[in-house]
């Protein structure tokens, strides 16, 4: 890319244990072209030295103690300080060296919200045959019950105008594993498809081990889609961050 992309960025990374891969993942976000790029982990209360590593790169760290990948993004949409925000898993799945490019996409195609599809470039050793399967019947009964057209529901890589969530339509509700397919939902429904589109990515192994529970979480994810269908679902925490996390930038941090 030639020229800085004159935009304010905020790289999202919602962590718990993640030490043996979020330094590489930090490593891997390139520099210096946009106008302000802000790296920051909201972290679930991680046991291991997860937060240190974060902040001896020099990134920001926000903890959230209330459970959940959800919550962990519900409270991270919120206190990111950027006009864009762009999602990442911290375990080096997704290519973080794309983001420039999806980011200079988001704003040449006037768009207000990218999901990046993993199935269709997984690369191998990505993702087990039953995470394959899971993922392909999860996506499946979100196109079928929601007519939304992703080919991939649970997808976390994601690049967004914040100015979304000047919409209370637009904030997602679930804290937990469904909240990845409820972007998606919401995104084509009141974004609509010229807005909000699909991109494919690369998608790799892993590095170190995973927190998500296969059954159980491909469980709650096929409930979820049927409860939002139904307008069953519920919203157990309120949106956003509060005052009292700590965070790196108020230097309340247990590792300051």
Request: glycine fraction near 8%; include cysteine; hydrophobic fraction near 40%.
């Given at each position: 890319?030639?020229?800085?992309?004159?935009?304010?960025?905020?790289?999202?990374?919602?962590?718990?244990?993640?030490?043996?891969?979020?330094?590489?993942?930090?490593?891997?976000?390139?520099?210096?072209?946009?106008?302000?790029?802000?790296?920051?982990?909201?972290?679930?209360?991680?046991?291991?030295?997860?937060?240190?590593?974060?902040?001896?790169?020099?990134?920001?760290?926000?903890?959230?103690?209330?459970?959940?990948?959800?919550?962990?993004?519900?409270?991270?949409?919120?206190?990111?300080?950027?006009?864009?925000?762009?999602?990442?898993?911290?375990?080096?799945?997704?290519?973080?060296?794309?983001?420039?490019?999806?980011?200079?996409?988001?704003?040449?195609?006037?768009?207000?919200?990218?999901?990046?599809?993993?199935?269709?470039?997984?690369?191998?050793?990505?993702m087990s045959g039953i995470h394959g399967f899971g993922n392909w019947v999860l996506s499946f009964t979100a196109r079928v019950l929601f007519g939304y057209g992703?080919?991939?529901?649970?997808?976390?890589?994601?690049?967004?105008?914040?100015?979304?969530?000047?919409d209370e339509k637009m904030k997602p509700t679930n804290d937990g594993m469904p909240l990845s397919e409820e972007m998606k939902i919401l995104a084509r429904k009141?974004?609509?498809?010229?807005?909000?589109?699909?991109?494919?990515?690369?998608?790799?192994?892993?590095?170190?081990?995973?927190?998500?529970?296969?059954?159980?979480?491909?469980?709650?994810?096929l409930r979820f889609l049927f409860a939002k269908r139904l307008g069953l679902h519920r919203t157990l925490t309120p949106w956003g961050g509060r005052d009292s996390?700590?965070?790196?930038?108020?230097?309340?941090?247990?590792?300051?």
């Amino acid at each position: 890319m030639a020229a800085v992309l004159p935009v304010s960025v905020t790289v999202l990374l919602p962590t718990r244990n993640e030490e043996e891969a979020i330094g590489m993942t930090i490593d891997s976000i390139p520099r210096g072209w946009c106008k302000d790029l802000e790296i920051m982990i909201v972290d679930g209360n991680s046991s291991d030295a997860t937060r240190k590593i974060a902040l001896d790169k020099g990134i920001r760290v926000h903890l959230e103690d209330r459970k959940g990948y959800g919550r962990a993004y519900r409270t991270g949409f919120d206190v990111a300080k950027n006009d864009i925000i762009v999602t990442l898993d911290a375990d080096c799945t997704y290519p973080a060296e794309l983001i420039p490019k999806l980011v200079e996409r988001l704003l040449d195609d006037d768009l207000d919200f990218i999901s990046c599809d993993r199935l269709t470039l997984a690369e191998e050793g990505s993702m087990s045959g039953i995470h394959g399967f899971g993922n392909w019947v999860l996506s499946f009964t979100a196109r079928v019950l929601f007519g939304y057209g992703f080919k991939d529901s649970q997808s976390g890589m994601w690049v967004f105008r914040k100015s979304i969530f000047n919409d209370e339509k637009m904030k997602p509700t679930n804290d937990g594993m469904p909240l990845s397919e409820e972007m998606k939902i919401l995104a084509r429904k009141h974004l609509g498809r010229k807005k909000a589109v699909e991109i494919s990515v690369p998608y790799r192994p892993r590095v170190g081990e995973a927190e998500i529970h296969t059954w159980g979480d491909g469980w709650k994810n096929l409930r979820f889609l049927f409860a939002k269908r139904l307008g069953l679902h519920r919203t157990l925490t309120p949106w956003g961050g509060r005052d009292s996390n700590p965070d790196s930038l108020n230097k309340n941090l247990p590792e300051q």
